[in-house]
Structure formats: structure tokens, C-alpha cells
């Protein structure tokens, strides 16, 4: 049974940073690429950063580029957030794309619909 499960979400001041995680269980991110979305109140969800199983390229979205950075060990996803600001507050999850194609190519995709599996989120509050 495939499960994902973050956690390190909190609140921070402005400036500040966390890290959070996402542990699989159940399958490999050898052939999995993972994704972190986040969903703000009254807004869409919106890809954050991915990871691409095997070669592990990455792939940010440009308001968080040179702030996050995603990384995966031990069957983990880690996403290591730095100079937090208040609209970076919002419900963050991960996810884990088992396509065959992503995998071949190396990719990871910022459409939720590409994503089979989805943990609970975890609550990100950047406010002073």
C-alpha cells in the first residue's frame, strides 16, 4: 500500500525557514517522481517543486527558485524552505507520479492530474 506522509509544517515569522518532509512507504522514488503542491485559502493548487525519480532532476516554480530546494534520501523528500514569506503560507503536499513516461525521460510535472498518489498536506503559516 502506497503512503506518503509530511510532516515539519509549522508557524514561522517572515525571513524564517523549515523543512519539510515526505516519507513513502509501500514503493520506491527509484521509480516515483514526487511533487510538493501547495493550496493557500480561496486559491488553486499550485506546483511548488518536483523531483524526478531515478537521476533526480529538479524543477521549481519561479516565486520560490534560489529560496527551496528539494532533495530526496532514504526513501524521503525533503523540501528545505528558506527566507519564508506570508504568501508562501498554505496547506503543502506532496505527491508521487508512478508514469512509466516521466520516469523514461526524467521528468517531474507541475499538473496535479499527472499524480497517483497524494499524502494529507501539511499546514505552512508565515506571518510575524
Known amino acids: 500500500q502506497v503512503q506518503l506522509v509530511e510532516s515539519g509544517g509549522g508557524l514561522v515569522q517572515p525571513g524564517g525557514s523549515l523543512r519539510l518532509t515526505c516519507a513513502a512507504s509501500?514503493?520506491?522514488?527509484?521509480?516515483?517522481?514526487i511533487g510538493w503542491f501547495r493550496q493557500a485559502p480561496g486559491k488553486e493548487r499550485e506546483g511548488v517543486s518536483c523531483?524526478?525519480?531515478?537521476?533526480?532532476n529538479t524543477k521549481y516554480t519561479d516565486s520560490v527558485k534560489g529560496r527551496f530546494t528539494i532533495s530526496k534520501h532514504n526513501n524521503q523528500v525533503y523540501l528545505e524552505m528558506n527566507s519564508l514569506k506570508p504568501d508562501d503560507t498554505a496547506v503543502y503536499f506532496c505527491?508521487?507520479?508512478?508514469?512509466?513516461?516521466?520516469?523514461?525521460?526524467?521528468?517531474?510535472?507541475?499538473?496535479?492530474?499527472?499524480?497517483?498518489?497524494w499524502g494529507q498536506g501539511t499546514q505552512v503559516t508565515v506571518s510575524a
Open positions: 505527491a508521487a507520479d508512478r508514469s512509466t513516461h516521466t520516469r523514461l525521460l526524467g521528468l517531474c510535472l507541475f499538473r496535479a492530474e499527472d499524480y497517483d498518489f
Open positions: 509501500g514503493m520506491s522514488l527509484d521509480y516515483y517522481a
Open positions: 523531483i524526478s525519480s531515478g537521476i533526480a
